[in-house]
């Protein structure tokens, strides 16, 4: 059948199984947009406030799915206004398709009204990118992102059309999608047979789960190989969920806001078993000292991640769920009771700990995490609300804790959660912002009340940049530059203006109510929670120190 080539895009979106659909308008685009008006009882378009929003909702709704996401733009500086979301996607292994139009062929290269190369622009920050000029190869090219976007490990596509193309008209062929298969093709015996033996030879295994865990959905498969092997548990940022919050193996974050116990242990294990973990600095602390009495396995899809930080000892390269199937079969049962006593006793040493007499961040997250039973599904922002989010709400399920780890973007937190209240409209979906963070895409707060999407927002605000200032007090001599917000802003006038109903939390015993009233409101709902400024975030690792010189205040106290 003959079709526009606004016409093939969507047809295309309808073949990939995509329902949800997040964009803002613009001359280049209006064709499709055109298009859409008559698709209309298809997809759910979500209009949102500006086009990094869209692509930091199709992000959450992918993370939340585990389905692609989809948002589109028009050329220029709409396109370029999803750069900062298109990169998000990136470091964190997200599948997102990325739509814009440019402007016509004839006029490409000529500096015209709102022309920019994105594809030159997103190069470095997608996994593949078109632009397409011909309308021939319209459908395939679209075809092909997803598969790209999906297969192995996942990522950001751009596609690029030139607005004559989706203006044209061309033979169209419907196609049912290729099914993706998981990479299995350098999951070898060799390497599974080196790895068993290396985990039945351990006496201090320890298992660290990165997000790889969760794009491969290979949790049941990580809970199973863990309760054969006997191993405590620690997982990064992005591993949050794979393995229960609640177990008695589980030890917390590893890192430089990592448990102690995680920390700890991890530095005197002799066997790291690392699930889908790309060994970032914020984990690893100083790459020389790290895990210096261990050997070190590493299961990873990407061989590119092998050896680029951490050197180790042996490693499987592939899908990891279908890898830990293969691997647990050759596993012995096993039981490291002196081992797991000592981590044990760890965890009752150094237990993560705040002041519950304040209000504070820590106290913010335990309430919410009381009030939710542990089910809902988190967004946050960056900064010291995030850490506090990954150290004290619990998370027992995949997919439930949505952040920027690898680029940690300031605003990605609220377009997030409207994506993934989109995706998951069965779920609680709360969004948990700093004060800085939530000036930058408040706006969003708009979109949410336009389509009437009951996510509740919560804004820890201590009138400053706090994890900056937090490093500004304890390695800058309190020189605190550009980091004080004490303004003006009312940030419950703001949401209020924006349709949004708020409630301003100032006392402990305000809190607990106030979440109630959010989880029970019919449409969005936001919380400002005020804290003190001087709230931090501890456990705590210097920029650059091995990990095991964690320090919280106790240990400020004494060196003072």
Known sequence: MQLTGAEIILECL??????????????????????????????RHILTSHEQGAAHAADGYARATGKVGV??????????????????????????????????????????????????????????????????????????????????????????????????????????????????????EESLTAAADMINRAKKPYVLVGGGAVISGAWKEVRSFVEKIQAPVADTLMGKGVFPGTEELYTGMLGMHGTKTANYGVSQCDLLIVLGARFSDRVVGNPKKFAQNAKILQLDIDAAEVNKTIAVDACVIGDLKETLKRLESLVEKQDHEEWIAYIQDLKERFPLKYDHNALTGPGVIEALYKATRGEAVITTDVGQHQMWTAQYYRFQ???????????????????????????????????????????????????????????????????????????????????????????????????????????????????????????????????????????????MVAAGAPIEEVFDEDDLEKDE
Not at 79 to 99: F, Q, R, W
Not at 126 to 135: A, S
Not at 163 to 180: G, H, L, S, Y
């Open 397 to 539: 399920e995949p997919r439930t804790f949505l952040t920027s780890g690898g680029l940690g973007t300031m605003g990605y937190g609220l377009g997030a959660c409207i994506g993934a209240k989109c995706g998951c409209p069965d779920k609680t979906v709360i969004n948990i912002a700093g004060d800085g963070c939530f000036r930058m895409n408040m706006n969003e707060l708009a979109t949410a009340s336009r389509y009437d999407i009951p996510i509740v927002q919560i804004v820890i605000n201590n009138k400053v940049l706090g994890m900056v200032r937090q490093w500004q007090t304890l390695f800058y001599g309190r020189r605190y530059s550009a980091t004080i917000l004490d303004d003006k802003v009312d940030f419950v006038k703001v949401s209020e203006g924006l349709g949004v109903p708020a409630v301003c939390v100032k006392k402990r015993e305000e809190l607990m109510p106030a979440i109630r009233q959010a989880l029970d409101a019919k449409g969005p709902f936001m919380i400002e929670v005020q804290i003190d400024c001087d709230d931090k975030v501890f456990p």
């Open 14 to 43: 309808k073949e990939q199984g995509v329902d949800t659909i997040f964009g803002y308008p613009g001359g280049t685009i209006l064709n499709v947009y055109d298009a859409l008006y008559h698709y209309s009882d298809q997809f």
């Open 71 to 188: 948002c589109m733009a028009t050329s220029g500086p709409g396109a370029t206004n999803l750069v900062t979301g298109i990169a998000t996607a990136y470091m964190d292994s997200v599948p997102v398709v990325a739509i814009t139009a440019n402007v016509g062929v004839s006029s490409l290269g000529k500096d015209s009204f709102q022309e920019v190369d994105i594809a030159g622009v997103t190069m470095p920050v997608t996994k593949h990118n078109f632009i397409v000029k011909d309308i021939r190869i319209l459908a395939q090219t679209i075809r092909r992102a997803f598969q790209i976007a999906k297969s192995g490990r996942p990522g950001p596509v751009l596609v690029d059309v030139t607005k004559d193309v989706t203006a044209m008209k061309a033979e169209f062929e419907p196609q049912t999608p290729e099914a993706i298969v998981p990479y299995t093709a350098q999951i070898t």
